[in-house]
């Protein structure tokens, strides 16, 4: 049996529908591959500057990790530095010690009173000598004790009648102590004005 087509408009309507509905899928498929396309080039360049941010951010950490190793090494020898300076301020104190105590011993003895030894264990000094009098060993002992730089001061012995250079004399031994910080540490201006004037 043959099909006869009265309206052929509606057999071109129907083809150009499915043209047209073919066209639209086709350019919805492309425009959604274009506009996927588009949103991956886009999130591969955000992951891109991401990846470039996390890696200066490394390298920025890197750096302050290296700043701080060489940081707490200055720190570590900035402290080596300190006790070397300390242990030098001590070497300096004590080479100084003997000098100052030598120095301030002469002040202390009268004329007429002879130091035959000195004696040193740290802060502690023993004095071995002869006195012409009593006296003069009580006046030694005064100047001991009104020094202030001088502590614990003590005789131990007195012996009568040492025979010395054709003469008696009377031995004695005497201890005291030093304070070095007050000894080594300079007058004040003041008391070197007054004892200027």
């Not at 500057?49 to 940081?71: F, G, K, S």
């Not at 007429?112 to 264990?121: A, L, S, W």
Request: proline residues 3%; aromatic residues 8%; positive net charge.
């Amino acid at each position: 049996m043959s099909v006869i087509n009265l309206l052929p408009w509606r057999e071109q309507r129907r083809r150009h529908h499915r043209q047209r509905f073919v066209v639209l899928n086709i350019t919805a498929v492309l425009g959604g591959y274009f506009i996927s396309a588009l949103a991956v080039h886009h999130l591969e360049s955000e992951v891109a500057i991401q990846n470039q941010r996390v890696a200066y951010l490394q390298q920025a950490i890197t750096e302050q990790r290296q700043r701080m190793n060489q940081l707490s090494d200055v720190a570590t020898q900035y402290e080596n530095l300190l006790e070397r300076l300390e242990l030098v301020q001590t070497l300096q104190a004590e080479r100084g010690k003997t000098t100052a105590v030598m120095n301030l011993i002469p002040t202390l003895i009268p004329q007429g009173v002879y130091i035959d030894k000195i004696r040193m264990r740290g802060q502690r000094f023993k004095l071995f000598g002869i006195s012409e009098n009593t006296a003069l060993l009580a006046e030694m002992l005064e100047r001991f004790e009104q020094e202030p730089t001088v502590s614990y001061v003590e005789i131990h012995s007195i012996v009568h009648g040492r025979q010395r250079f054709d003469k008696s004399y009377q031995a004695f031994e005497l201890s005291f102590q030093v304070s070095l910080r007050t000894l080594l540490s300079p007058a004040p201006k003041t008391s070197q004005s007054k004892e200027v004037g």
